[in-house]
């Protein structure tokens, strides 16, 4: 018997009857999701970890727990790094009819280039195996990171997966052999003339070296350009830059459960966003998907038996520090999260979910999740939740993430066109009725037992 | 045993293995759908049966049926209405503080104004129930259709249901009880400005009245107008007219069964499209779905044991002189038609399909999905097929349909919205995909015997 279907009969904590149809009736009627969304990327359009919009981003979304009901609603402050995109990000080449440019932004956490900029020459490569093969040929040079995400997957996260070293360690890998600049293809299936953000890594002990990402169609171009003259210049120019770590804050706010108040189930997204645009889908959409998802349990008076705390993190894209100082701040309670779940994916049409219980434990999860597959959203698969939530992985809490129509997803991505537009009103609706309708399901004893 | 994964061992009548996640890797690394479909609207964006454009659409599609490679390539001559939709759609109220226009198209089908308006009190309804029950209000009358189609419906086709009557519908009831002319909620689950055509239907001895759709931000204001000035008056202006029916002709090209050339499989969308946008979704996206259906199959040297039939029919929007043509040329093979299936519901990402086989039958088909339901698109519920096949029903043929995501659909259907950008690649590239992996096992008489 599945938690919706007891409703009427068990003795279960959930005062009065909401099924999953009805949570999506409502979402669907109410319309709340979208214009939360409008709100937040309204008051907080830029919204990077430490920067002033951050800060009004965390007073609306305190205001708006509040409004919707949670409660026990505070900032968990945490620090955070602080990188400044700065002005310029130039990427010029010259070419024997003259000089062109490409459209580039700096990774983040890149350090800037000299004011005049870093000239070299050019190595293109599609692989950190090429570039290794290669090595003799980088001293000096700036490494040109050509990988395409594979089109032909199915699944874009995993072509993302398949070309994404590149961006979070190609300036690493470069360095180690001497270059002296990277220049990243844009993380997206799409072909087009927007350039894609996203973190880079630094190691110690070695050196560190600017990188930006170019737009697909200006590495389709520049790769064009090298093609017939190999021996073409490029000019970088960055002026971003990191400062000292500042305070900022992980928001968070509670439903209490009505029979098993301490064990918690945690229901995360992340409040900070790439600067280039405005962080529609990554994560404004995962954080209304649970601002929504409360407003939605709490209007049907749902009462779970144990207690739902949602968590809006500080600072996913550039550090997770939200999600470690989340761990560090309530490593006496870890015993007691008995799952955390967080939606980073999209607010695309949800599927239904991921999850790090082996397969006997989603066997026993599954037949809860009939309702919700009705509806189109109940499906559960191996895998995890966010970046996030990974951190409690150690402390043995199971993990959970939503799992949303993906096609579109890296369109958007860390682009400034990742803004409320790209958006469509129902599919994040139905997404926050998912969440709802799951967070019902983990809360529930008789779905998911202790740890 | 499903028909892929017989492939190796089986007496099949596929000459080289090509399973369904081959065909959607081919399909989404290819990328050939969305070409099409962008090359066929730079032809023909606007295709409305018996239109000039229309002539340009069939010979892109003789052309690109033969570049394909399909067999028999063909036109099947049908006559079809011409209507016209004219330069004119103007509806105007007199309000207090001066004039105001709103956004309006004909309906399809509609008859003309004359040149200086029709201008009349208005009576706003929600249902013909109301419209009934204030038939002495009527007399003289705009009757104004207002019903929105339910936004909390999880299925945007059902609310459709819902309230299309209106538009089918409408002038006939409007003018049952004495009105001068009809205006039309568009059906749309989003509020905006665009209206969205459609056809209506007259009926003999009713007399014929003239009929224009607003869109739901013009019916939103219009319907506030009323609230407060009930007295208030309105002019439409139309100059849409039916003319003489035209010689038009659906496009036909086949790959002959290797084991049972005699028995077909029809696979079908329509060519023609309304005219205010460029048909992208409706019915672009279906068009290209059978064409380059037929091209993974033909590059994948499938060969199907039935025939498989394609048929891009001359006219569904408005008149269905397609189909109906198809059924009465063709009628001596009906009971050789084994199934015949439609896409027609937009390029959004594939889940499954619907058909008219009963409970029995489906089930026994349902386990020959299973590679489908693994890519996400292997759902089998019961409904029906297009429009175009459905005069195939009274013959006994099995009538099957493509089921896609439908939250985005009504945005655009019928509207100046639906254009190529509309159409997500990735999404119309998995629909072809679907569409020839689903072919390939309705072509299998292990999995769908003979009727």
Redesign the interface.
Known sequence: VSTFLALGAAPSAWTQAATP?QL???A??D?RAHAMLSELLAVAPKRLAGSPGMDRARAWAVATMQAVGLQKVRVEEVQVPRWVRGEVASLRASLPDGERGYDVVALGGSIGTPADGISADVLEVKSFEELRARATEAKGKIVFFNRAMP????N?FLAYRDAVPQRGQGAIEASKVGAVAAIVRSMT?ALDDYPHTGALHYEANVGKIPAAAISTNGAQALAAALASDPSLRLTLRLDCATHEDVACGNVVGEITGAERPDEIVLCGAHLDAWDIGDGAHDDGAGVVHCLEAARLLLVHKVRPARTLRFVLFANEENGLRGGRGYAAAHEGEMARHVAAFETDSGGF?P?GFSTTLDEKARAALVSHLDPLRA??FGALIEGGGGADISVLQPFGVPLFGLVV?D??YFDFHHSARDTLDAV?E??LA?GAAAVAAFMAVLADPAALPEK
Chains 1, 2 share one sequence.
């Open positions: 149809e999506v009736a409502r669907l009627a319309n089109r032909a997957l199915r874009t299936t049409e599927k509806l189109g129509a096609h579109r469509h129902r599919e139905l």
